[in-house]
T-cell receptor, first 109, second 115 residues
């Protein structure tokens, strides 16, 4: 079992829908990262959080440390949101990130 | 534009060739990383450099040889690679404090094909 599990692996939705991507982890963490990777390959950091909730535009990330779970929400989804979303955790004591397998999101017009 | 530049973006090489990937960051970060991304697999950490010193080598075969001449530049020297080494190689940088990696800034990646 991977230390970081994402669900779903693939998600297809219609433009305008509310999107939720989940991430569960099994290790002690210093921070959790949400990343976005577009088809060209480049990766962009969306959020880094260690507690509570962060919001940036239509994106919201939440984390529950006790339950070892985080969610990434996208409101009013748009085709340009189509990408792979990756959850990664900074492992306490290891000074490295462990990555989930990614969630491929497709938003149809 | 993320502030991290990788070259080349695409590379095709034979198994006997020697080539290098280059990464450059001017974000004032103190750590640089090489990651490998193979099809349908999570990102794999290869190497970490803090202030030019290698602090992590994630059991990477010796046919991959990193070099970090200063805190802004990172190279990955490639020699006698195998076809299974074909992948997207991503460079990243961050400002590490204590035990925290900090927010990662990635380059666009170098897509490597080994024939």
């Amino acid at each position: 079992k991977n230390e970081v599990e994402q669900s779903p692996q693939n998600l297809t939705a219609q433009e305008g829908e509310f999107i939720t991507i989940n991430c569960s982890y099994s290790v002690g963490i210093s921070a959790l990262h949400w990343l976005q990777q577009h088809p060209g390959g480049g990766i962009v950091s969306l959020f880094m959080l260690s507690s509570g909730k962060k919001k940036h535009g239509r994106l919201i990330a939440t984390i529950n440390i006790q339950e070892k779970h985080s969610s990434l929400h996208i409101t009013a989804s748009h085709p340009r949101d189509s990408a792979v979303y990756i959850c990664a955790v900074g492992v306490v004591g290891a000074q490295k990130l462990v990555f989930g397998q990614g969630t491929r999101l497709t938003i149809n017009p | 534009e993320t502030g991290v530049t990788q070259t080349p973006r695409h590379l095709v090489m034979g198994m006997t060739n020697k080539k290098s990937l280059k990464c450059e960051q001017h974000l004032g970060h103190n750590a640089m990383y090489w990651y490998k991304q193979s099809a349908k697999k999570p990102l794999e950490l290869m190497f970490v450099y803090n202030f030019k010193e290698q602090t992590e080598n994630n059991s990477v075969p010796s046919r991959f040889s990193p070099e970090c001449p200063n805190s802004s530049h990172l190279f990955l020297h490639l020699h006698t690679l195998q076809p299974e080494d074909s992948a997207l190689y991503l460079c990243a940088s961050s400002y590490r404090t204590g035990g925290n990696t900090g927010e990662l800034f990635f380059g666009e990646g170098s897509r490597l094909t080994v024939l």
